[in-house]
């Protein structure tokens, strides 16, 4: 990631941001810093205090919230939520349809595919490979009432870490507040319910929990 943007710094960049074209039924906030050679589809949200690095690409119906950084060089897939204060490395790619619900990091060279939900407080390391439909959830509680809101209790918010290196397959979930070691191998079908070791071989058994079948 490249680093924190000066006022003045980014009063320029915002200045150069703005005079630039991109397709009219997009939405660029004026206090995003965009950076040179970004290409934007249709339909593109784009909110306060953005940054988005030299030759990133946002694709059709993206919509990137408020605080979020996009490293340079890094694609940011057809119809990728971007919830607030969401950091993307360079030249990683987050895909179709995949959604990170905020406050969240992700590392440089890092490939997330299509339709994968990234918890709130996740940190995702470089040079990760995560297949299409992953999920990770960050709190154990159910919550009551219409939509959660119930005030019958506060949600504890586990992290979830995924450390350097990791290549997971499709359709892997993760329960929450778990961590898988560096350059870790995640078969498809796999549910994560406890730390995995760094270079582990994690394989689903029959209830798709997770074992660990060797090292890589």
Not at 14 to 41: F, Q
Request: net charge positive.
């Amino acid at each position: 990631m490249s680093a924190k943007t000066t006022p003045s710094e980014k009063k320029k960049a915002s200045s150069r941001s703005s005079s630039r074209k991109y397709p009219g039924d997009c939405y660029i906030d004026a206090s995003a810093v965009i950076g040179e050679n970004v290409r934007m589809g249709r339909f593109i949200s784009v909110h306060s205090d953005v940054q988005i690095g030299d030759n990133a690409r946002i694709e059709d119906g993206s919509r990137v919230y408020e605080g979020c950084v996009v490293g340079a060089g890094s694609i940011i897939g057809p119809n990728a939520v971007l919830r607030p204060f969401t950091r993307v490395g360079s030249h990683t790619i987050f895909g179709t349809l995949s959604c990170c619900e905020g406050h969240s990091s992700i590392g440089d060279y890092t490939t997330i595919n299509a339709q994968c939900h990234i918890t709130q407080h996740a940190t995702i390391g470089n040079s990760v490979f995560i297949a299409p439909f992953f999920i990770a959830t960050n709190t154990p509680w159910i919550t009551e009432g219409h939509h959660g809101s119930a005030k019958s209790g506060t949600p504890r918010l586990l992290p979830t870490v995924i450390e350097e290196g990791v290549r997971m397959g499709a359709n892997v979930r993760m329960t929450p507040g778990h961590t898988i070691g560096a350059f870790s191998l995640i078969d498809q079908d796999t549910l994560i319910t406890k730390d995995i070791p760094p270079h582990s071989h994690v394989r689903g058994g029959k209830d798709k929990i997770g074992k660990i079948i060797g090292q890589v």
